[in-house]
């Protein structure tokens, strides 16, 4: 995702690029094709609420900036209520079938197996949640430091025909959507209390994937959490999580409220499949089968693809970077995208965009800067350099806990809504004057 964005935004400011992707050369346990900005966890970009939420924001400012990603995720959306979710074949091969043929780009496949070589004077290091092996070993070294890492898990994709719908209902929580396609994006699986308690018994009894030793004190990321981890930190933590039962009527029981919902979202355009939302797991792939058969409606479910959990390697960019994103030991050396310490794939593609027009505008003879920390961009690379502790530094979503406070706009909950809108107007007058 960064590293496509990154190529995009330099190649449009008449910069030559040469784009390496090691695929279909060297595999990963998470992709599945050869394809560039390959989706491997959710096909859903998040929230698309550019005035009240800082994903929204953040997908604002990157349309602003003629951004490939976005204007690829627009042109593959598939109903989500007031999320952006996209087909992810269609999305991924029309991201590369747009960077191929862009007249700078050149894509040259194999792995880079280590540090660029010295004549590469100007290297973005994009590789996304799963770095070639001997390249984070190279960069560890560079730096005398032990690469950090935290695990990520991926939700289970189920074929629509398998879903019983006498059981389930098409609704968006909240009926949330201005059409009728997105108010009914989900599809609803209900739960009464007998069948939660015994779906959260044989979540904890499942079988699951053991670590190898080097791997044990791995952390998870808490935005990304497997179902049986939140389920560990007690038994309502699902009810009030990825399975909480608000916003929702069931059509064939309209006056009985669930117990728990379990949702699941439209994952390509046909409409033929449907993954699991927030059911990321690292149970083993027979026990997912028979957990998730417990579901009402999922019963006799077919999958397209089981869930699964991989490792994801990250550098302490507050102690190696600089505030352009290079590296303070080896500055020909640019990082972008989740190997910088950001979570999700629209803060890593707004990593990505940043890092190729910053590389860009110096091989211009031109240097620009990061935008102010105001933006949502900006807060997030400000945070990554510099903004966060590199004692303890950890991977970060966009938030506007990450925004300096808006001067006169009280804090506190009431004012959530003026606050939020506050800071997204200021983010985007700042963000349009950095672009100019």
């Not at 595999?27 to 009240?52: I, P, Y």
């Not at 059409?179 to 018994?201: G, H, L």
């Not at 707004?350 to 890092?355: D, I, K, Q």
């Not at 350099?385 to 009431?414: D, I, S, W, Y």
Request: glycine letters at 8%.
């Amino acid at each position: 995702m960064a590293g496509s964005e990154a190529a995009w935004q330099a190649a449009q400011m008449g910069v030559p690029v040469v784009l390496h992707e090691m695929r279909p050369e060297v595999g990963t346990f998470a992709h599945q094709t050869d394809k560039l900005a390959e989706l491997v966890c959710s096909n859903s970009f998040r929230s698309d609420d550019d005035e009240a939420n800082a994903v929204g924001l953040l997908h604002w400012e990157m349309r602003q900036a003629g951004g490939l990603i976005m204007e690829m995720a627009d042109r593959h959306t598939l109903p989500a209520g007031g999320a952006l979710a996209v087909d992810r074949e269609a999305f991924s091969s029309a991201v590369t079938e747009k960077l191929l043929a862009h007249p700078l780009v050149t894509l040259e496949r194999g792995e880079v197996a280590g540090l660029p070589p010295e004549d590469w004077d100007s290297v973005i290091v994009a590789t996304g949640p799963l770095t070639s092996v001997k390249l984070a070993e190279a960069v560890a070294g560079l730096n005398r430091e032990t690469s950090l890492a935290f695990f990520d898990a991926i939700a289970p994709i189920v074929y629509a025909e398998s879903i019983n719908m006498d059981k389930a209902w098409k609704q968006s929580r909240y009926d949330k959507g201005e059409t009728e396609e997105e108010r009914t994006a989900y599809i609803n699986c209900p739960m009464d209390e007998a069948q939660y308690n015994a779906f959260i018994d044989a979540l904890l009894a499942a079988e699951k994937t053991e670590f190898k030793d080097w791997e044990k004190d791995t952390p998870y990321f808490d935005g990304c959490l497997p179902i049986e981890v939140m389920a560990e930190r007690g038994r309502e933590t699902l009810r009030w999580g990825p399975m909480k039962p608000v916003g929702l009527t069931n059509p064939h029981a309209p006056d009985v409220k669930p117990h728990a919902v379990v949702q699941l979202r439209q994952d390509n355009a046909l409409g033929t499949l449907y993954n699991i939302v927030g059911f990321q797991t690292k149970m083993k792939y027979g026990a997912q089968t028979e957990v998730f058969r417990m579901i009402p409606g999922l019963e006799e479910a077919n999958f397209a693809r089981l869930g699964g959990i991989h490792r994801n390697t990250f550098i302490n960019s507050p102690r190696l970077l600089d505030d352009r994103m290079r590296m303070k030991s080896a500055p020909r050396l640019r990082f972008a995208g989740q190997i910088t310490g950001v979570e999700g794939y629209v803060e890593s593609t707004a990593m990505g965009l940043l890092a190729g027009r910053m590389a860009a505008s110096e091989r211009l003879g031109r240097p620009v800067g990061p935008p102010p920390f105001t933006t949502a961009t900006g807060a997030l690379v400000n945070h990554i350099t510099g903004g966060a502790a590199a004692k303890h530094f950890q991977p970060m979503n966009v938030n506007f806990g990450l925004f300096p406070p808006v001067e006169g706009v009280k804090g506190g909950r009431r004012n959530r809504v003026t606050r939020y809108k506050a800071y997204t107007d200021r983010a985007k007058a700042d963000f349009l004057a950095w672009l100019g």
